[in-house]
């Protein structure tokens, strides 16, 4: 009887060529949606690029860089949003990491209802941005809402994403936190449900405690469950912009980069008064974020490469 | 085998290229938000002339942002055109306020709308504003984005000064405005202010005292939108205008130096203002949403809120018994400086300049120019009339009547930022920096710092 195998159906001659074809298709689409932007985001932040049609585009050189790290108090500005992307991505990773951890421990043991547990943990990933926003806002409201009720019990008032600019900006952290710990905790899950249950057992066998069988069985086996949270959440809390707009809209004191290029590339609205498109110049500022993430993502790719290594080779 | 997989291999690739040639084409009819269908507006807008029937069917595109009464009347207004223009039908888009800048951009260069609303021309660039940036209107006028209206019959049904201040560009007309509004005042709640003994006040003392009073007595001074952000410093542009009655020459001021932020004047009104966030304005104002104001203040325990009079309709909506009338903010000590109410123009309409259906645009902004109709539009909407022949028959007309000789265009419609200037540059926003809505305690040194943000971008160009 005759075996054939993959290798054998690509091997030979110009059908070998096969692979590189049926890549085509996703290759040509990520060139089109990703990479094309991408390079046309760099080109354009040289420029005063307003994307409008019809308008004639001029080369600037360095001169947007220029204006957002050094020119006036606006640097200042743009500098503080930097500052709180890092804060923002500090308290969303270590939080959303250790909570979802969290979840994924308690939920992979055989508890009654978990999988109804999993699912109200999960389900707020499902929600698009705008619904996640709408349903804090009204959570939130300072008069009557029912956070603000709970608060009451107990002697605190807030004004809430309407007040002062660090708690709002605290409240954003929640509401991220609270969108995304599902994906982090069901990774985490799908990679506790990998591990041998033979491990488990062996190690309780030996007199292992419950903190012993997490600290050498669960934890150095979840190394790749670790790591592609570790890195998810650090891009995505770097990326994030819209609970922003959506929460708090565009106030001193809150914005991140993220949200800094939106309002630059399609004009800080107050009111009706509406300031021009500067896209070119949000542009430099896309590259100042991306800069900003390609840093911190290639140090997080080295420290989970180490860690890998270090527990699964 | 091998053979048939590379055939199947060639038909995928084929509906990849399908797919990409779908995606690809546009019939020019669609439209990211369309209105739900016309329900009836408060008064039937006026039939417009009937066109032959030979006409070839086109759906006409038009954008427009959230205003609860304008979107219910250009619902009815497009029921009665469709009616009378069967060839044509509309499609007519909604957006957020905040939204519509980037809905036009996108749709414009997109070709993807034929009439666009759009907010009347401001903040151009002045001779003296050394580096300004053009505004968005201005950049899609330059791009070509937008029909030159100049000359059409319509035009002429709209007073020359609203022509000339919100619609033309060097000489030409690309916009019909519909109305002016005023943003500087307030709604005042006469039955509480005679419950407790008080006249409307007419200076900054006798708000101070009016405020004191109302409180003493368990209701509330002041309530506004401040979860939106920018009602909380528009409720605060009397007090600017009344501090500054030429706001034209206080934008020039802070940008050639003569006029700073923290001198005496300035800082008495950076003080006027704190008192205005902090002691004025009810506590939990900062969840309470723009749209939600009226119905709050409609509770009938608030005696003032200072807001834009484009509210005054849906005040009446939320309790058409609620006793009101509209006055100016009275921010100065003398009562002869809070005579003046300040403002700016709306909504208007513009045409795309490459649509493919320029008559049927034309058309349609002609009958929304017909006198009857736009008497209808402007009694729904609220706005100050900028047709000679409307007259404003409304609850808010009657209140606003003895102000409109006083009428000006506000700082918001002058002010431009220089490149480089820090985010407390404008101090026409102070209002909403102090606690509880932002981080600012002491008025004087927000002063000092809205003088160091503003004249690091002078210096930077």
């Known amino acids: 009887m005759k075996i054939v195998t993959r290798d054998y159906l690509f091997a030979r001659g110009w059908k070998s060529a096969a692979p590189l074809l049926l890549l085509l298709p996703g290759f040509g689409l990520y060139l089109l949606i990703a990479v094309g932007p991408s390079l046309a985001t760099a080109v354009y932040s040289f420029t005063d690029a307003t994307g409008i049609r019809g308008i004639a585009i001029n080369w600037l050189g360095f001169e947007n860089y220029d204006e957002f790290l050094f020119r006036g108090n606006a640097s200042r500005d743009n500098i503080a949003a930097l500052q709180r992307t890092l804060i923002f991505c500090f308290f969303v990773t270590t939080i959303q990491f250790c909570l979802g951890l969290l979840l994924a421990v308690l939920l992979n043991n055989r508890l009654r209802g ?98 012993q069988l997490f600290r050498n069985v669960t934890w150095p086996l979840l190394t790749p469950a670790v790591n592609t949270n570790f ?60 800069m900003l993430v390609l840093i911190i993502a290639l140090a997080a790719n080295a420290f989970v490469s180490r860690r890998e290594k270090k527990y699964l080779s | 085998m091998n053979k ?108 993807d709308i034929d009439v666009v609303g759009i907010f009347g021309f401001s903040n151009a660039a002045q001779a003296y504003m050394s580096g ?105 542009y009397g007090l600017l205008g009344a501090m500054y009655p030429d706001q034209e020459a206080l934008v020039e001021g802070l940008w050639t130096g003569d006029i700073t932020w923290d001198n005496d004047q300035s800082v008495e009104m950076f003080r006027r203002m704190q008192i205005y966030t902090s002691d004025m304005l009810e506590a939990g104002v900062t969840g309470l949403s723009h749209d939600a104001g009226p119905p709050r203040y409609a509770a009938g325990d608030v005696a003032f809120m200072p807001t834009g009079v484009w509210q005054a309709p849906a005040l009446e909506s939320a309790e058409p018994d609620f006793d009101w009338t509209y006055v100016p903010f009275p921010g100065s000590d003398n009562a002869e400086d809070n005579q003046y109410l300040f403002g700016k123009y709306d909504q208007g309409w513009a ?74 540059a404008n101090g026409s926003h102070a209002a909403a920096w102090f606690d509880p809505f932002n981080e600012w305690t002491d008025h004087v040194a927000l002063a000092a710092q809205a003088q160091a943000d503003l004249q690091a971008g002078l210096d930077a160009n």
């Open chain 1, 114 to 211: 978990r999988t109804i547990f999993r699912t109200i943990f999960f389900m707020p990933v499902i929600l698009g941005v705008a619904i996640q926003g709408l349903i804090w806002k009204l959570f939130l409201l300072p008069r009557g809402g029912p956070v603000a009720e709970v608060f009451s019990w107990i002697g605190w008032s807030s004004e809430f994403l309407g007040g002062q600019p660090r708690q709002a900006f605290a409240w954003v952290i929640v509401v991220q936190i609270w969108a995304n710990v599902g994906i982090t905790m069901v990774i985490f899950l799908a990679g506790m449900q990998t591990i041998p249950e033979s491990l488990y057992e062996a190690a309780r066998i030996d007199g292992a405690s419950g903190w």
């Open chain 1, 231 to 290: 890195l998810l959440n650090i891009v995505g809390s770097l990326q994030a912009w819209q609970l922003f707009l959506v929460l708090i809209g565009y106030r001193p004191g809150t914005q991140v980069l993220g949200y800094l290029v939106f309002a630059e590339g399609f004009g800080q609205t107050s009111g009706s008064v509406v300031s021009a498109f500067r896209q070119g110049y949000a542009a430099a500022a896309s590259i100042a974020l991306f």
């Open chain 2, 4 to 111: 048939s997989m590379f055939w199947r291999l060639g038909a995928v690739l084929l509906v990849f290229g399908l797919l990409g040639a779908a995606c690809g084409s546009d019939d020019g009819d669609s439209s990211a938000t369309t209105a739900a269908p016309a329900p009836a507006a408060t008064e039937a807008p006026a039939d417009p002339e009937p066109e032959p029937e030979t006409q070839e069917d086109v759906t006409l595109r038009v954008l427009v942002h959230q205003n609860p009464p304008m979107v219910e009347f250009m619902e009815a207004f497009n029921e009665s055109f469709e009616a009378s223009h069967p060839h044509i039908t509309i499609d007519l888009s909604v957006v957020e306020a905040g939204d519509l800048s980037i809905a036009t951009q996108t749709r414009l260069s997109a070709g």
């Open chain 2, 132 to 236: 300004a940036v053009p505004p968005n209107w201005q950049t899609l006028i330059e791009a070509g984005l937008l029909m030159d209206i100049t000359g059409q019959p319509f035009v002429d049904n709209y007073d020359e000064a609203t022509i000339a201040d919100a619609g033309s560009f060097e000489g030409k007309v690309y916009s019909i405005n519909l109305g002016r509004v005023s943003y500087s005042g307030m709604f005042v709640n006469k039955d509480l202010l005679a419950a407790n003994g008080l006249d409307v006040p007419t200076t900054w003392g006798e708000l101070v005292t009016a405020c004191e009073v109302v409180k003493a007595a368990g209701n509330e001074c002041m309530t506004v939108g401040g979860a939106d952000g920018w009602p909380v410093f528009v409720g605060a």
């Open chain 2, 351 to 424: 045409i795309a300049a490459d649509t493919p259906h320029p008559e049927a645009a034309l058309a349609y902004l002609e009958a929304f120019s017909a006198p009857d109709n736009y008497q209808a539009f402007a009694n729904a909407v609220g706005f100050i009339p900028t047709q000679p022949t409307a007259v404003l028959d409304t609850h808010l007309g009657r209140e606003v009547a003895p102000f409109l000789a006083n009428y000006r265009v506000g700082f918001e419609q002058y002010w431009v930022a220089p490149a480089g200037a820090g985010q407390w």
